[in-house]
């Protein structure tokens, strides 16, 4: 089977692949939607954070092959490359996939004619968006029932420590 899905617009930032790439938080743009598709934000301005869904157009062919991966991200939080442990990349948010598909929560800074003005961008300029949500709370889990996997409970435990180290320093 195949899939062929049409953008619905793109990422645009000022910010270099590197500068996105090295960003802990994200960095500044907007989503600039295609005039087509531009009745399609009615009401979307009374929401605070939206779902971006994007293709990860400049993932090469060898990484749409490779299946384990270190989630390296976390090594711009400090962490060595030791320290991560080897996992699946659908147990990861690895841009290393088959389908080089994103799925990203932005903050809303502003809406203007075609263009979404949003915070905590994690995506690469020019980066085709297929699809935009509302984040909803309807969308939140119950907490209690959330789950996930000891090496990231670690990591987080780790980085608390690292963080309180810090300010006793200052």
């Not at 899939?3 to 645009?12: A, D, E, Q, S």
């Not at 869904?53 to 090469?60: D, N």
């Not at 994690?122 to 996930?148: A, E, Q, S, W």
């Amino acid at each position: 089977m195949s899939i062929c899905l049409k953008p619905i617009g793109y990422v645009r930032t000022q910010y270099s692949d590197d500068e996105v790439r090295k960003s802990i938080n994200g960095v500044e743009g907007y989503i600039e939607v295609l005039e087509e598709y531009r009745e399609g934000l009615l009401g979307l301005e009374e929401y605070s954070h939206i779902i971006v869904i994007a293709y990860l157009h400049k993932t090469p062919e060898y990484a749409r092959k490779t299946l384990i991966v270190k989630p390296r991200k976390l090594l711009l939080l400090g962490f060595s490359l030791q320290e991560l442990p080897e996992v699946g990349v659908f147990a990861c948010d690895s841009p290393h996939r088959p389908n080089p598909v994103a799925i990203t929560i932005l903050e809303i800074t502003n809406l203007k004619e075609n263009k979404i003005y949003v915070k905590g961008l994690d995506l690469f300029n020019g980066t085709p968006v297929l699809d935009i949500k509302p984040y909803t709370p309807m969308r939140c889990i119950d907490r209690d029932k959330l789950r996930i996997p000891k090496w990231i409970t670690n990591l987080q435990e780790r980085m608390m420590s690292i963080m309180k180290e810090k300010e006793k320093l200052f």
